[in-house]
């Protein structure tokens, strides 16, 4: 069997997001400038994660409530609900839909509409929908009572059917490493070490648990390699006990024969960041999606090829998604131009589109990497594919 991966993202009215259909690559770069909209759209596949992992009154109020997930505008919230589609190429190959759209009432909130179709093309078919907390299409011999802030799919993942797709879009992890997370040691209440936590507080526990599971020493392994390639000096990172919480402790070598010893405070920004996206990378239990935002920050040019190194071997575990306004970045030649998505604010909206015809006929014949034409501003949009996408798309306008 293979590996389960996001085919495309629909989504309408979410935060400065009107209308995007997206198709993902196993690695996919989302360019543009700051506040075009590329972290609004990798947090609309956080908020569903987070929905299901927790509930949806738990994620709303991480981001404010529903009026701020709402695009700033003076359409009717009622009319036009905010609404996530999601279409998921399964480990057996087979296709999945999951469709959720979220509606004001006066409670502050509704699920207005849920409905997920497993075995498209392919078969056994399954599906369900709920509409307004009812089925409308049911699961033979399941009736379970859905809460008004739960998505049925959390329920019915008791079902082995619908099992998958509550597993890949739970999976989904999203991170923005900051070094400052990783100076204070960890509680041993943050988990077993399985799972990185956004952000990072667990992150010697996880570096304990890839180096002393038998199964996942290799990547332990894996870790302080890359971690010495992209910093060179560093032979390993290790987590110990001080006052009896987990920390980092980072060994470089000084001489011959002789390593010297440094906690997380004393390391440079640049090599914590680099060790918060390796364990994002290589935790024990992998996402199906891992999203990084911006991994080129406080990183020396220099060492990002190495790090695109990192992401590409990165997705025989899990599916990668990278926000970006890096030309060093681009500037990689093992990067394709169908895995480079622009992100441009047009009055206000996000439009995401892949590149032009043009672009990418220049950069497949080498003439340019996409970093040296978005140094010039010619990284161009292809100015059809926002029509052509919303004309396909299947969440009703």
């Not at 011999?141 to 082995?160: C, K």
């Amino acid at each position: 069997m293979g590996k389960a991966w996001l085919k495309r993202v629909e989504i309408r009215n979410y935060k400065n997001i009107a209308a995007a259909v997206v198709d993902l690559q196993p690695l996919t770069l989302l360019v543009g400038p700051n506040g075009a909209g590329k972290s609004n759209f990798v947090d609309a596949l956080s908020f569903a994660a987070d929905s299901l992992n927790h509930s949806v009154q738990k994620a709303l109020s991480r981001r404010g409530g529903l009026a701020a997930v709402r695009p700033k505008s003076g359409r009717g919230v009622e009319s036009d609900p905010t609404a996530l589609h999601f279409e998921i190429v399964l480990a057996d190959g087979g296709r999945a839909e999951y469709v959720v759209e979220i509606s004001a009432s006066a409670a502050g909130f509704k699920i207005a509409r849920e409905r997920c179709v497993v075995g498209i093309d392919t078969g056994p078919h399954h599906e369900f929908e709920v509409q307004d907390g009812e089925f409308t299409q049911a699961v033979p011999g399941i009736r379970p009572r859905i809460e008004p802030d739960r998505l049925a799919l959390t329920v019915l993942s008791a079902a082995e059917e619908f099992r998958p797709v509550y597993d890949f879009l739970s999976g989904i992890r999203h991170y923005n490493p900051q070094p400052q997370q990783l100076y204070e040691p960890g509680a041993s209440e943050l988990g077993d070490g399985d799972v990185l936590l956004p952000d990072l507080r667990n992150a010697a526990m996880v570096l304990r648990r890839i180096s002393e599971d038998r199964d996942s020493q290799h990547l332990f392994e894996r870790i302080c390699r890359l971690l010495g390639l992209i910093v060179p000096g560093i032979t390993r990172v290790q987590s110990k006990l001080k006052g009896g919480r987990e920390t980092l402790e980072f060994l470089q070598k000084a001489g011959e024969d002789r390593e010297l010893r440094f906690e997380a405070h004393a390391m440079s920004d640049g090599t914590l960041r680099v060790l918060g996206i390796l364990l994002a990378l290589y935790q024990p239990r992998a996402a199906s999606v891992v999203i990084i935002e911006e991994p080129e920050a406080t990183i020396h040019p220099a060492a990002l090829e190495v790090l695109i190194d990192v992401l590409i071997d990165g997705t025989a575990r899990s599916q990668i998604l990278v926000t970006t306004h890096s030309p060093d970045v681009l500037d990689s030649k093992k990067l394709r131009d169908d895995q480079v998505l622009t992100v441009e604010s047009i009055q206000g909206a996000a439009q995401i589109s892949p590149l032009a015809n043009v672009t990418r006929d220049l950069i497949r014949e080498r003439l340019y990497t996409a970093g040296e034409l978005l140094r010039q501003d010619e990284l161009h949009p292809d100015p059809d594919y926002p029509n052509r996408a919303i004309a396909r798309g299947r969440i009703p306008r």
